[in-house]
C-alpha cells in the first residue's frame, strides 16, 4: 500500500484559517525580558558579516537582516520554536528538564543534543538548508550574545540568527542578480541636461 492510496478526512476541516483573537505576547518583547534586543541580534549577525553582491557595505547588511527579522518573526510558528526554547532554558536553570540533572544541563553535554536540534530546526524553517549551514558558523564561532546564552538558549538564537543570515544573504544576491540585468538607461542620448 502506498501513502498515496489512504483516503484523508479533512477532521480539521471546521477550523478557523487565520489566526483569532489579541495577540497579547511578542516574541521580541519576551526576548527583551530575557535580556536578548534586537540591537544585540543585529551586532552578533553582523560579526561574522562578509560582503556579498547586493551587501556590500554593512549598513545594506544591518538594514537588510532587521528586514528579515521582521519576516521571519511574523511567523506564529517560528515564535512558538523560539519560546520552546526559552521555556526549556528556564526549565534547565531550575534543574526540572525530565532525565537531565542540573549539573548535566549546566555543563552543556556533548551527547545532549535536543538544543542543536531545535536550532538547526529554526534556521532550516527559516531558510533552508542555507539556513543550518550559517547557524553550523554560529554555533562554532559564538560570536556577540551566543557566547553569553546559556545551553538552549545559544543554539535558539543561533538558529535565529543564522536562518535570517542565510534569507538577507540569498535576497541581497538576488535583487543584486536582478538589478545587474536591468537595462541601464543612456544618460548621454537621454535628452537629460547636467547641472
Known sequence: MKLSDIDSQDLKKDQPKELEGDITHNIIEILEEEGITVDMLVDTALELYAP???????????????????????????????????????????????????????????????????GMSIAKYISGDKGIFEFVRFDKQKPGILSKLGPFMDDVIGGLIGGVSASMYTRGMAEAAVNERKPKKNLENSGVIAG
Open 52 to 118: 556579498h553582491p547586493g551587501l556590500e557595505t554593512r549598513e545594506i547588511a544591518e538594514e537588510r537582516f532587521r528586514r528579515e527579522l521582521d519576516i521571519a518573526i511574523s511567523d506564529a510558528n517560528l515564535c512558538l520554536l523560539i519560546y520552546s526554547g526559552i521555556l526549556l532554558e528556564k526549565e534547565g536553570e531550575k534543574g526540572k528538564l525530565p532525565n537531565i540533572s542540573r549539573s548535566s544541563y549546566e555543563k552543556d553535554l556533548t551527547f545532549i543534543i535536543a538544543d542543536e536540534v531545535i
